[in-house]
């Protein structure tokens, strides 16, 4: 394991990068990538879950541009607005997260398909309540409708707008199920990729646990 203060030296850097692109980070993703698992940010204070499954998603990137500065003002605007609907939609939201970190801090290392109808649920909960808020898209919109005619469930991550996608995948999924949505995902004009998230954060390889081609293109670098 990394020591603790160099984990913090790594994730200091990783969020003068952040900065760089975004201008005021939150300063989770820089966070996640360092310590992996998943946090709980709230009111500028970032907290580990105590443990958290691997789970296996897509994620789908839908080439439509957007600005994160933009889409904070917007919803800002719908605040000032509305608060007496936007108050109760933000209350929502942190009470979906809340239960989705209850859920998946009582989900064992290697969680069955039983564990995961709830967390489906809490995925198209929180996407309407995005979208309500002003950040969602209509190519997030068909992604979702693409997945769910493949009985899948899918929510927008980072600031929306466009952007990305994440699609939950039991562990039963099939490899012909996850095919079948990646094509319809890229006959849309998205890109896909299947992965995982509550990986380890930073690792250090060595070179003969690298392939031929990672070593190529760190050569490249």
Request: glycine fraction near 8%.
């Amino acid at each position: 394991r990394w020591p603790e203060d160099e984990l913090t030296l790594i994730n200091n850097w990783a969020f003068q990068g952040e900065r760089v692109i975004h201008g005021n980070p939150s300063g989770v993703d820089n966070a996640v990538g360092t310590w992996g698992g998943a946090l709980r940010y709230q009111s500028g204070q970032i907290t580990p879950f105590k443990r958290v499954p691997m789970l296996r998603i897509l994620l789908t990137n839908t080439k439509v541009p957007r600005s994160t500065k933009v889409l904070v003002a917007t919803v800002k605007e719908k605040m000032v607005k509305f608060p007496a609907i936007m108050n109760p939609v933000l209350d929502s939201i942190d009470a979906v997260s809340r239960e989705c970190q209850r859920l998946l801090e009582a989900m064992p290392a290697d969680p069955s398909p039983d564990c995961y109808p709830v967390l489906e649920e809490l995925f198209d909960i929180n996407q309407h309540h995005l979208n309500v808020m002003g950040v969602g898209h209509p190519s997030l919109d068909r992604l979702c409708r693409v997945t769910a005619s493949h009985g899948l469930h899918s929510k927008l991550t980072g600031a929306g707008g466009g952007g990305c996608g994440i699609t939950l995948l039991r562990p039963d999924t099939s490899a012909a199920a996850v095919e079948a949505a990646k094509r319809d995902l890229c006959a849309c004009g998205f890109e896909c990729w299947e992965t995982n998230i509550g990986a380890p954060g930073v690792t250090l390889h060595s070179s003969s646990s690298l392939s031929a081609r990672v070593l190529h293109e760190l050569a490249q670098s």
